[in-house]
């Protein structure tokens, strides 16, 4: 297959995300159209599951809410933010991510050096293609390790 | 406590995760991707025997991100962070799991569900970044290895002429012509814009005499091509270096004699003018638009033949300095292809004269020649230096000097030297 073709854009922007979840809690500056944000770890996280090894790549079941479900890991805080000044970029300097109830981890908002496409298997279609779903401009990033925290 | 009064967000993990690249993009890839009328891309890998035939030294498997106009090595990056991609939740917590989170959901500080959730439904462990090599990109190893040769000369008396194209007046429409190029492209892991280029410098050309199939004349028949037309507008008073109609070239080549067939393919003739009129050899990457307008415009010369050739040049007919060049070359390639075989300097310069119009001779010197292009085996001779064996210099030159440390950008050092 010498050519795969790399569509510019989603073949259907508002339909899976926007639609079905009107509000997008993150700060203004982290909104895409699309709702995709991007978020980096140092570490990953381990969900516990019957089927551990299904970590990765499932472009199957993406379109059927039924079959996904959601385990809640923890609570984003951007403490300083606040919605009424949104020009303000301090707050950027500050993220929290608690883990469960008594682990939290200190990060910041970044702007990423260069844009990255998020880029995506196009549904749909009969020959292998790609679109580019979001171009995202800033990451969440916790680079810390988790502390101990009693006060939350 | 300090976070109070925040918002907190409710951060949830999605299973099964979704499948998604994250693909690090230069300015111009930005730009060209958040424009209006954002173009088709194209993730291009060779074909599996060209990949056999043109082997890039530095990579085995390669894959290339092409835009119209501009060609990109990917490379997967791995982290050991991982990367995941939220999006706002769907709402499709089980409630009974909040207790992890939070004790008695809905109390202080409370999560107001589902509107105030974002899931992770992605990890990348992984990002595709892209770079040029030090020396670009060329379509022109791949075109040499899928086209076919062209190697007969016009005073080869006829007998393997191309087939009966001279029947048929009417050659391939330019439809045709492209379709037959882009098939050819398709195969070759650069974008369409650089194809063309290395198209237009091979003088490439379809011919439909034996079924459609798409050459590159050797530099004898280049050559060939060459003496032809400048005997022939010799002949009908036609000066090169102002502008003219290629269906009078055209007629010019042709010998008077009806019957006879062309010497060779017209579409040969249109690729050799293509490749001498156009000013740069290589223009630099910023022109490759209007360098592909040019190329319109040599496609639509080949529909009508009423344009001039200026149209394919910006307004200049044959450049003197640029064609002498060519012709230099292109006669050392033919007469003196290797060392063993190279001529004596003082022949090959005469020789060169000699293919020059007139009012053209003055220009031809050795320090005409482009850079490298030839080799001097002892002081008195010298032959031809193929493109590939050419030492690096001449391009290197101009190209920045961060493109060659881009080269090595696994190694963490370099990496870091280059942000400085």
Request: aromatic fraction near 6%; charge should be negative; hydrophobic fraction near 35%.
């Amino acid at each position: 297959m010498p050519s795969i073709k790399l569509q510019p854009h989603c073949s259907s922007p508002a339909k899976a995300t926007i639609a079905s979840t009107p509000n997008n809690p993150l700060p203004a500056l982290l909104q895409t159209p699309s709702g995709l944000a991007l978020l980096e770890l140092q570490g990953t996280i381990n969900v516990p599951s019957g089927n551990e090894e299904q970590d990765n790549i499932d472009y199957s079941s993406t379109d059927n809410p039924a079959s996904t479900f959601e385990t809640p890991i923890g609570k984003l805080m951007f403490p300083d933010y606040s919605v009424h000044n949104p020009d303000d970029t301090k707050w950027m300097k500050r993220a929290y991510m608690y883990v469960g109830r008594y682990q939290r981890m200190t990060g910041e908002v970044k702007k990423l050096p260069r844009p990255i496409a998020v880029l995506r298997k196009r549904q749909a279609s009969e020959d292998e293609e790609l679109e580019v779903v979001e171009i995202v401009r800033y990451k969440i990033f916790f680079k810390s390790r988790p502390e101990p925290v009693t006060n939350v | 406590m300090s976070t109070q009064g925040s918002r907190s967000i409710l951060f949830t993990h999605t299973r099964p995760q979704e499948g998604f690249r994250l693909l690090e993009l230069t300015p111009e890839l930005e730009e060209l991707l958040t424009s209006k009328d954002a173009p088709l891309l194209e993730l291009k890998s060779p074909s599996t025997a060209l990949a056999q035939a043109v082997i890039d030294p530095t990579t085995h498997d390669y894959v290339n991100l092409c835009t119209p106009i501009q060609t990109y090595r990917i490379r997967q990056v791995q982290s050991s962070n991982s990367l995941h991609i939220l999006r706002p939740s769907r709402g499709e917590i089980s409630q009974a799991d909040i207790k992890v989170v939070e004790e008695e959901p809905g109390e202080s500080g409370a999560l107001n569900l589902p509107d105030e959730a974002v899931t992770a439904l992605a990890k990348c462990s992984s990002t595709l970044e892209l770079h040029v090599p030090p020396g670009g990109f060329s379509a022109i190893p791949f075109l040499e290895k899928s086209l076919r040769l062209y190697d007969r000369r016009s005073d080869d008396d006829g007998d393997i002429a191309m087939g009966s194209s001279a029947d048929s007046t009417a050659p391939l429409g330019s439809k045709e012509m492209r379709m037959a190029r882009e098939n050819v492209c398709q195969d070759i892991p650069v974008s369409m814009a650089q194809c063309e280029q290395g198209w237009r410098e091979l003088c490439a050309f379809v011919d439909g005499a034996e079924g459609v199939a798409c050459w590159r004349p050797s530099a004898r028949s280049r050559l060939a091509v060459w003496k032809r037309l400048v005997e022939g507008a010799v002949l009908q008073g036609i000066n090169l270096e102002k502008q003219f109609l290629v269906g009078d070239l055209w007629k010019s080549v042709l010998d008077d004699d009806e019957e006879m067939e062309p010497p060779f393919p017209r579409a040969l003739l249109e690729a050799v003018v293509r490749r001498i009129c156009i000013a740069d050899e290589r223009p630099p990457l910023a022109d490759d638009i209007k360098c592909e307008s040019r190329m319109d415009g040599g496609r639509w010369l080949q529909v009508s033949g009423l344009l001039t050739i200026s149209c394919c040049s910006l307004g200049a007919s044959f450049d003197k300095v640029e064609c002498t060049q060519w012709v230099g070359e292109t006669y050392l390639a033919a007469t003196a292809p290797t060392t063993s075989s190279a001529i004596g300097r003082s022949e090959f310069l005469r020789a060169w004269k000699e293919s020059l119009p007139e009012t053209w001779r003055g220009e031809a010197a050795l320090t005409t020649l482009p850079n490298g292009c030839y080799n001097s085996p002892d002081p008195t001779t010298i032959c031809f230096v193929e493109p590939s064996q050419r030492q690096p210099t001449k391009k290197d030159a101009s190209a920045p000097i961060t493109a060659a440390k881009a080269k090595n950008t696994r190694n963490w050092h370099e990496l870091l030297k280059g942000h400085r």
